[in-house]
């Protein structure tokens, strides 16, 4: 086995255990839930098989569906994310993308922390629409979104900063 294989497959189950048993406990002002799950989308590596990122984010979206008791409105949600995830990286990096040279759980930067923002915006805002499932309700889910994000980058950025190798 590849070791980048075995390492996706422990964020994989590290991060959906974390989120299982820290933050679906963690709610606040009753609406606002961070997502930090959605971290192993982030961090899947850019050159690898994009049929395997889509079959990943399906199963770690059913698994936290499984666990939420949501209907698999976190699955549909990963994979549009990672659906939509080439696209955001291209938005991001431009030329970088194409050369494949970006590594995320490096220092934070203006195109990383884009990146960031616009892939938990897309995941949070698919999320709440289908959960609410009318248009009547844009201003709650729009609210939702905008907060939720926050609390998700947060908490993403400080999981990147604690697995992040030290380099000496």
């Known amino acids: 086995m590849n070791s980048t294989l075995l390492l996706n497959i422990l964020r994989f189950i590290l991060l959906l255990t974390v989120q299982i048993v820290i933050f679906n406990n963690m709610t606040f002002l009753g609406f606002i839930l961070p997502l930090p799950y959605m971290l192993f989308l982030i961090l899947y590596p850019v050159n690898s098989n994009r049929a395997g990122l889509l079959v990943s984010s399906f199963l770690l979206g059913l698994m936290?569906?499984?666990f939420s008791n949501s209907g698999g409105i976190h699955?549909?949600?990963c994979v549009v994310l990672a659906y939509y995830r080439p696209y955001i990286f291209k938005f991001a990096f431009g030329v970088s993308y194409e050369y494949q040279t970006i590594k995320l759980n490096e220092s934070l930067t203006p195109e990383r922390f884009t990146f960031?923002?616009?892939a938990v915006v897309l995941h949070h805002f698919t999320l709440f629409i289908l959960e609410a499932f009318q248009?009547?309700?844009?201003?709650?889910?729009l609210l939702r979104t905008l907060l939720s994000t926050v609390f998700t980058i947060i908490s993403c950025i400080i999981i990147i900063y604690l697995?992040?190798?030290?380099?000496?």
């Open 163 to 168: 697995i992040k190798p030290n380099k000496r």
């Open 64 to 66: 936290m569906d499984l």
């Open 135 to 141: 248009v009547s309700f844009i201003l709650d889910i």
């Open 75 to 77: 699955a549909t949600a």
């Open 116 to 118: 960031i923002l616009l």
